[in-house]
């Protein structure tokens, strides 16, 4: 097969040359954009959507930070409060971290990444934003009429009695459910079947095997959440009695069943982060990654391991001491999976030709909060300081530096990495670094304290605090603040960008990943013509030459 | 497969595919995960029925009784023999014979209203019985603890397992409509064969269903 679209071949790879004829104006008007198939423009879509998610999160933190500024009421009342923290991690969670990195970069680069025109259901592509557009809809309404106050956890039986509008969001987190199963199962037929020839699974770039270990759990956790879910909504519409002990239901089986969705979702958001992060580190280091195998097996390990560590959540639950036991030994091969790649990430950097860039920066700050958050989760696993930590803010502190931190990370991250591919325009350097150290070091003083406080004993979603608390608060309230203005900052310079930027080359990067040979932006058919594939991913041994590396059947 | 030329099922190869044998291939594997999801989706209210028979395990069995285990038997054999038609349909419809394809899919359509019908039947007798869930159940005569518990997994069960007969049975109207039109005439008939999967797995479902409620 042959390449038929018509697009001027730029004349070298490292010369700035915006391809006129690319996936952006190849259609224009809404409906181009609303009825498209095409996985570049749904990776567009994912982000405009995922984006202002995190935008309206974040708010709902601020508006908690700021409540906390002081030990009493501060500018709302205690109902609100409760409110407030639910949706910030209702909308974080479900609206931002679970979606982004699949949904914007899984759908843009995966494709682009194994040589395919397209992932292999392009139609249920397009159904999966819908379905997350409606889902957020739907929970977006339960918000507007109240909002829950039982938390993102949806702890039976409070959840089942409280007078707030819960059901709403229950549906809306069911349907984007939905959402996240059509991607992972779109991405792991993808990569079965749409493999260009000459790439071997072992040719396979790390991002696709990442995606594919995340695509597992979408598939196999996430119906258990939907049926969940669903329980507790008719318990609360109805009261079928099933979490419920006065009917003889078990509200401790809620949080099994919650769990054994909600721990590997945790590893739905963190591989896609690891997933990024092992192409950054090939394209700063300028080396093939080390130990690709160990990488790459790594993740579905994680993958694996990840659906027999729920119990870790239930220490305080009347779990017998040998279940909590098992549960605790069983979350930290996690840790030794997550070390494999750590120790390997670092060891391809061993040497490297490394340019500071920004998404290099963000790379340290992933990995810094990776290691840092890993840690104090190997102390959680251990059930003994658990006991004393349990709903503490060191657990908020915990999975906020490990979770958000690299989910964050790696997002930013892709987003610098990428932008010149996704786009055809290069971002302000400068302005890159600035937004980069402010939101890493906005980060570390907005949950640094939070360890501390938890340590000191200070529970989570608690509405006023004792004096003793209040300094500790005030400053993760100032780090909170700073790391809002820094979004702020990159949002204005990637939108100031995509006007007034320099025009990228193909390549500006010079990296070795497939995704780079071809034009910036991408022309709607990926590639001027199918590609075949004679060596592995970011394989720096000979001086790249650009696209003319990848050889091209005629 | 039947031996056609590459040409006369070039048309239905999708853009971004090599050719028909990997649409095929990925159609199928994409058919299979999804029925994986639905697994874990019913996953989750097997595990509910384990931990509360496990609960009230006398309970359970004595609940049992009030349902009809002629009734169960018989949607037991309706759903398994209207497997057999659909796998039927397939193989008509495989071999490019649209026309008996389409009458045993309105066939297995047939089967289905029955099973439905007799689903709708035992259901207004537990309505009038009083063996409802949770909060609705006012049975006189059986009054255990953990009764409720039971109606509530068994409406929960068979609910959802309904909805998905349902959505099967829309599923193989549309496949009916379009084998009756020649649509899988030509050497192409992955459709048929999906939907005669998820079919397969409203019976399979069915299959741990009934001795679960009826038969302990």
Redesign the interface.
């Known amino acids: ?1 042959s390449q038929s679209l018509d697009t001027t071949p730029p004349s070298s790879a490292d010369e700035p040359a915006y391809n006129p004829r690319n996936y952006l104006n190849a259609e224009a008007g809404a409906m181009s954009w609303l009825l498209t198939r095409d996985h570049k423009r749904i990776g567009i879509m994912y982000l405009v959507l995922t984006s202002v998610s995190f935008f309206l999160g974040g708010f709902f933190a601020l508006l908690v930070r700021i409540e906390l500024l002081t030990p009493g009421p501060t500018i709302m009342n205690a109902m609100t409060y409760n409110r407030m923290f639910t949706l910030h991690g209702v909308v974080m969670i479900f609206l931002f971290m679970i979606p982004a990195i699949p949904g914007i970069f899984g759908n843009f680069f995966l494709p682009l990444m194994i040589g ?7 139609k ?1 592509n397009l159904l999966s934003v819908y379905l997350y557009l409606i889902g957020a809809v739907i929970a977006l309404y339960g918000m507007i009429h109240g909002g829950a106050d039982t938390g993102w956890t949806f702890y039976t039986p409070y959840s089942t009695t409280t007078v707030t509008k819960v059901v709403p969001i229950l549906l809306g987190a069911f349907v984007l459910g939905f959402s996240s ?1 059509v991607t992972g ?2 991405f ?2 993808t990569i ?3 493999r260009a020839p000459g790439l071997i699974w072992m040719r396979l770039p790390l991002f696709a095997w990442s995606i594919y270990a995340t695509s597992i759990i979408q ?6 959440l ?3 879910l669903l ?1 507790v909504a ?2 609360h519409a ?5 979490f ?1 002990p006065a ?4 509200p401790i ?1 809620f949080q099994h ?1 919650f769990w054994f969705y909600s721990h590997p979702a945790v590893y739905i958001m963190v591989l896609p982060a690891m997933a990024v992060i092992s192409e950054v580190v090939c394209a700063s280091a300028r080396k093939n990654i080390f130990g690709y195998k160990a990488v790459a097996f790594s993740s579905l390990g994680i993958a694996f391991v990840g659906f027999f560590t729920w119990g870790h959540h239930l220490f305080t639950s009347g779990q017998s001491t040998l279940d909590a036991g098992i549960f605790g030994i069983l979350s930290m091969f996690v840790g030794i999976f997550t070390a494999i790649k750590v120790f390997n990430w670092t060891a391809t950097l061993y040497k490297g030709a490394v340019v500071f860039t920004t998404w290099f920066a963000y790379f340290c700050g992933f990995l810094f909060f990776l290691v840092f958050g890993g840690m104090t989760g190997i102390a959680l696993a251990t059930v003994s300081l658990d006991v004393h930590w349990q709903d503490t803010y060191f657990v908020v502190a915990h999975f906020h530096f490990i979770m958000v931190g690299g989910v964050i990370m790696a997002w930013l991250a892709a987003l610098h990495y990428w932008w010149p591919k996704m786009f055809g325009k290069m971002y302000p350097e400068r302005w890159g670094i600035v937004g980069a150290m402010t939101i890493i070091f906005g980060f570390n003083a907005t949950f640094i304290p939070q360890f501390l406080l938890g340590n000191y004993g200070m529970p989570r979603r608690y509405y006023s605090y004792p004096e003793r608390f209040w300094p500790l608060n005030v400053a993760s309230t100032a780090g909170a603040s700073l790391l809002g203005f820094g979004f702020l900052l990159i949002a204005v310079y990637l939108l100031w960008s995509l006007k007034w930027g320099k025009v990228a080359s193909a390549n500006p990067w010079h990296s070795r990943g497939f995704e780079w040979d071809t034009l910036s932006p991408p022309p709607v058919e990926n590639f001027l013509s199918d590609p075949i594939y004679t060596h592995p991913p970011h394989d720096y041994t000979e001086v790249p030459s650009g696209a003319a590396e990848v050889k091209h059947a005629t | 497969m039947r031996p056609e030329p590459e040409a006369a099922t070039a048309a239905y190869v ?5 050719d028909l044998r ?1 649409q095929e ?2 159609a199928r ?2 058919m299979w ?2 029925l ?3 697994l ?6 097997f ?2 029925y384990s ?2 028979r496990y ?2 395990p006398a309970t359970f069995a004595e609940a049992s009784q009030h349902l009809s285990v002629a009734a169960g038997t018989i949607n037991t054999i309706v759903l398994i023999t209207s497997s057999l038609t659909v796998a039927l349909a397939h193989h008509y419809a495989h071999h490019g014979k649209g026309r008996r394809a389409a009458l045993l899919l309105l066939v297995t359509l047939g089967f289905a209203v029955v099973f439905l019908l007799i689903k709708a039947w035992e259901w207004s007798h537990d309505f009038h019985e009083g063996l409802l ?4 159940f006012h049975s006189t005569e059986l009054t255990a ?2 009764a ?2 039971f109606f ?2 068994y409406f ?1 069960l068979t609910g ?1 397992h309904g909805l998905h007969v349902v959505i099967g049975m829309t599923v193989l109207a549309v496949l009916m409509v379009l084998c009756w039109l020649g649509t899988y005439d030509h050497g192409y008939s992955t459709p048929v064969e999906l939907g005669g999967m998820y079919w397969h797995l409203v019976d399979l479902v069915w299959i741990f269903l009934y001795p679960l409620l009826y038969l302990i």
């Open positions: 097969m395919a025109r397209d992932v292999a259901f392009p249920l199963i199962l779109n792991i037929v079965h079947t749409l598939i196999l956790a996430t119906p258990v939907g049926i969940t329980m008719v318990e109805f009261g079928f009695g099933i419920d009917r003889g239901g078990d089986l069943m | 999708a853009h971004h595919f090599p990997t291939h990925a594997l994409g995960l999804f994986a999801t639905e874990l989706l019913f996953g989750g209210l595990t509910a931990v509360y609960l009230y869930p949770g909060r609705y603890n953990g409720p518990m509530t997994l929960l959802l």
